[in-house]
């Protein structure tokens, strides 16, 4: 491999680093908005104050989604699971859909699934130690049936994978499958994919994948696709999640991810077959990171709500409810989980869990307390369902919506968030979009330096961690071990036979014949849907589909963007 | 932390030992690597059977390890250096790696940095494995 194919980190370029008062970290809250000690009505803008008067269901949305809230539906419990083999992830989630989760995610490993590789890729043999480590290993529709055996497919609210572009068509593709060859129509299946660039091209870039452009045509295919055949379904959902996690502020979450919609939007729209009113709901359907900062978390949670409603009828003039309320999936910070002293995390799950409901989001998925040293053990993925149960019937959290609305310091910190967030959508729009800065670099810059920013404070000690940085024992006693998994020699050496038998013991001329017209829809605009629909029906493995997919899209250079530099 | 680089002319390879491509902890490593006065070379998501070759074309004096989760593949990462002689080159790693995994790697000469370490001690670490 010759020396200039490696990228050498460039010369130092230091972020400027925002010095604090006496050390103290409670100035400033983590997307660098002042704190006062005291709150009063003065302190929030009028403006601001009279949208106050919509109650919970109408526009703005500022005091909730809907107008009973979570006396007329509590929020979904809806974890994030999966690990080993198509047989250990159906174990997984009977467990969990046992102990009361009331959604299901199907979560893959990226050796294959986010790759779109077949096992015996040396890619993925050479590292087969983490095949169904991180999520399920799939080989085709298949391992689906296995996935989902025995589960009332009709009845369950599912998130099948899908997490990149490049994979949500196969993985939606194989779930859709398994219900229609069940005898379901796709109108009935109801669930959400994600689709989501803030992990694709930011987060968790895999090795290979399609570029940005793309990536948003599958998007666009897959909304449209929906909007025709599954009312129900979610087509994609913008997870801030992903950005926020990557280093985002709270400010840049919020201005992301409405560029992102928008690309969307304006991006069926330019297509010229829909109108913005027919499709915007599909849109709505987000999912956003609560991390520590308790009390700005809450307040992202309602100025998205009004951002969303304002965009719609300013941009689109759209003010019909339906597509108007936005709905918020909420992950807490995988980050916030220290790797000293795990069993605090259980108490941080329940912190970020506690602002994720005063916010008023419509699902939740607590962060397992080993997220640092391992995928969720089936004793933390039970605590992650517990804290929501014990939230939910224990407190009165439940009872009344927008618990915190009129707090002068709540309302304040609305108002500045959305501000703020404005003047950042504004500097995306001045760029051309959001396609624009996750080309041009400048998305990544932004949650690069804010990401040195964060870890800074850590290190200089303004912002407290205990267990990490503060409050440290000599001989710490809760220390846990990670959950090993089933990921290993087997699990890749079954998915090898799996597919070897595939291979071998489908219609080979059937599945060449579905493979040739998906790499001829690719080279064309019709909907990538379909073909890969009839391509896993017909038992093409993930790794020819990734195959076309690459060749026909060609491959984002990751060693250019990767670590923001 | 200084923001002057500090004389070094050491070389450190920061490459990945999985597929999986959370990159916020080795971006920060590789930047407090590279402030601390090292030549970082980025091998991204190198295949395991690479990282020797390209250590030897690099001609590095130390390599930073990203771990997603499983060691076997340090195992043989370890192998494939030995095997051309590269053993002395020393080896650190970070990541996903829980307990049980950190203490044989440790074991086999590997040092080990969790989750939450600071980047001082990893910093201080590098540049005393170099010296």
Redesign the interface.
């Known amino acids: 491999m010759a020396r200039s194919e490696f990228h050498k980190l460039a010369s130092s370029n230091l972020p400027k680093v925002i010095t604090l008062k006496d050390g103290k970290n409670m100035d400033l809250s983590a997307s660098g908005i002042p704190r006062k000690g005291i709150y009063g009505r003065n302190d929030v803008p009028d403006e601001w104050w009279n949208q106050l008067d919509s109650n919970s269901g109408e526009a703005p949305f500022i005091r909730g989604a809907y107008p009973d809230m979570y006396r007329s539906k509590l929020w979904r419990i809806f974890q994030l699971s999966g690990y080993g083999s198509p047989e250990d992830m159906n174990k997984r989630l009977k467990f969990l859909l046992n102990a009361g989760e009331t959604g299901i995610i199907i979560k893959h490993d990226r050796m294959t699934d986010d790759h779109l590789y077949d096992v015996d890729n040396p890619e993925v043999s050479e590292r087969r130690e983490d095949v169904g480590l991180t999520g399920t290993v799939t080989v085709g529709l298949r391992d689906y049936q296995t996935i989902m055996d025995g589960i009332p497919i009709e009845k369950v609210y599912a998130k099948p994978g899908g997490g990149v572009p490049q994979s949500a068509p196969y993985t939606q593709a194989c779930y859709w499958s398994v219900a229609t060859s069940r005898g379901h129509k796709l109108s009935e299946i109801s669930g959400t994919g994600q689709s989501d660039f803030f992990l694709t091209y930011l987060g968790c870039p895999c090795k290979e994948q399609i570029p940005p452009a793309s990536a948003l045509r599958f998007n666009l295919d897959i909304i449209e696709f929906c909007n025709e055949h599954m009312p129900k379904w979610v087509p994609v959902s913008v997870a801030g999640y992903n950005g926020a996690d990557s280093g985002l502020n709270a400010v840049q979450e919020l201005a992301f991810l409405f560029a992102n919609a928008v690309e969307y939007l304006d991006g069926i729209k330019n297509r010229g077959k829909l109108e913005p009113k027919d499709f915007a709901h599909q849109i709505g359907g987000v999912n956003f990171r609560v991390a520590m900062d308790f009390f700005e978390e809450i307040a992202k949670l309602r100025v998205a709500r009004k951002m969303w409603s304002d965009i719609l009828r300013n941009r689109y003039g759209i003010t019909d409810v339906k597509a108007s309320r936005m709905r918020i999936h909420v992950v807490t910070a995988g980050s916030a989980m220290t790797y000293q002293e795990p069993m605090n995390n259980i108490v941080r799950g329940t912190i970020m869990a506690m602002a994720a409901a005063l916010g008023g989001t419509q699902s939740l998925g607590v962060s397992g307390y080993d997220e640092a040293l391992s995928i969720p053990s089936d004793h933390a993925h039970l605590m992650s369902i517990r804290i929501q149960q014990i939230l939910q019937e224990e407190t009165g959290l439940a009872s009344v919506a927008d618990p915190l609305g009129g707090s002068f310091y709540i309302e304040s910190m609305c108002s500045e968030l959305e501000k703020r967030a404005w003047e950042k959508f504004d500097e995306i729009q001045n760029q051309g979009g959001f396609l624009a800065t996750v080309e041009n670099g400048w998305l990544r810059t932004q949650a690069s330096d804010e990401q040195r920013q964060h870890s800074r404070r850590i290190q200089d000690g303004n912002m407290k961690i205990v267990g990490v940085n503060a409050h440290l024992i000599d001989d710490p006693i809760l220390q846990v071990d990670g959950f090993e998994g089933q990921s290993g020699d087997v699990t890749w050496q079954q998915a090898v036979d799996r597919l070897e038998d595939l291979r071998r013991t489908r219609d080979t001329k059937a599945a060449m014949r579905s493979l040739r017209e998906l790499e001829r829809v690719c080279l064309t605009n019709e909907n990538i849907v379909p073909p890969v629909m009839a391509a896993v029906q017909a038992d093409v493995s993930i790794g020819e589909i990734g195959h076309v997919f690459r060749s026909s899209f060609g491959v984002w250079d990751v060693s250019e963007n990767e670590f923001g530099v | ?1 200084s ?1 002057e ?1 500090i004389q070094n002319r050491s070389k450190v390879l920061v490459v990945k ?8 902890g ?3 490593v ?2 407090a690597l ?2 601390s006065g090292f ?7 190198l ?4 990282i020797a ?2 250590a030897s ?2 001609d590095v004096d130390l390599i930073g390890l990203n771990i ?3 060691i ?2 340090v195992h043989r990462i370890l192998d494939g250096l030995a095997e051309i002689g590269l053993s002395e080159v020393p080896v650190f790693c970070g990541g ?1 790696v ?4 950190a203490e044989i790697l440790r074991a086999r000469g590997v040092e080990v940095y ?3 370490t ?3 001690v990893i910093t201080e670490a590098a540049l005393r494995l170099t010296k």
């Open positions: 932390m923001s680089p030992t999985s597929l999986d491509g959370h990159w916020r080795v971006s920060l590789a930047r590279r402030d030549e970082v070379i980025l091998g991204g998501m295949r395991p059977s690479q070759r390209v074309d690099e997603g989760g499983r076997e593949v996903t829980a307990p049980k995994g969790p989750p939450g600071m980047l001082s």
